[in-house]
Structures are given as structure tokens and as C-alpha cells.
């Protein structure tokens, strides 16, 4: 019931920019907080970004500070990140995450990929 569909990736030159999306079904993203995750080739998972329920409350990593921002629309039950100034570091496989529930069931969408490269 609860599906969170990422999308928007692609390959990008450094430098350049992209805005991923995250379209909640089965919730509402007003209703929780909401993050993104990236997952390099080869790496580990690194927490990008989250927002509070009421998208009034926003924190970053601190390797993506002051180039990427994340927003929400409650109409459209949708979740972005805007990047800017991309480096190749930033090559990853990016998903959108939650909690719902009253067992706060962990939920992540399948991912979108980002390729930073000249």
C-alpha cells in the first residue's frame, strides 16, 4: 500500500545540476519526516537530506551543504532534491525513505541513479 517511486536521475557533467523527485502513495508526506539516502557504487549508504512533516525544518550532510536542497509539495505528495554543482563524488544511487505507521515501518523507494561524469 505504502510505494515511494523516485525519479529524475540521469548523468550529469560536474558542475551541473538535476532535481529528483519522490512520489508518495498510500500516505501522506505531510504526515512524516521524510530523508534522502544515496548509496555510491561499491559504498555503504550516506544519509543526504531530511525534512520535517511540515516542511518547515530541513538538515544536510554536511558534503552536500549549500549545493543541494530538499523540498516538498503536500498537493502533489511529493518529495524533491535539487542539486547543484554536482561532483563526481555525488555518483550514486539516490532513494527517498520514511517511516509509517504506528510501528514506523521503514518504507524506501527502489532508487533513481546519478552519474556525475565528464
Not at 36 to 54: C, M
Not at 59 to 75: E, L
Amino acid at each position: 500500500q505504502v510505494q515511494l517511486v523516485e525519479s529524475g536521475g540521469g548523468m550529469v557533467q560536474p558542475g551541473g545540476s538535476l532535481k529528483l523527485s519522490c512520489v508518495a502513495s498510500g500516505f501522506a508526506i505531510s504526515t512524516e519526516d521524510m530523508t534522502w539516502v544515496r548509496q555510491p557504487p561499491g559504498k555503504g549508504p550516506e544519509w543526504v537530506a531530511a525534512i520535517d512533516d511540515d516542511g518547515g525544518g530541513t538538515d544536510y550532510a554536511d558534503s552536500v551543504k549549500g549545493r543541494f536542497t530538499i523540498s516538498s509539495d503536500n498537493a502533489k505528495n511529493t518529495l524533491y532534491l535539487q542539486m547543484n554543482s554536482l561532483r563526481p563524488e555525488d555518483t550514486a544511487l539516490y532513494h527517498c525513505g520514511t517511516r509509517t505507521g504506528r510501528a514506523r515501518t521503514v518504507v524506501w523507494g527502489q532508487g533513481t541513479e546519478v552519474t556525475v561524469s565528464s
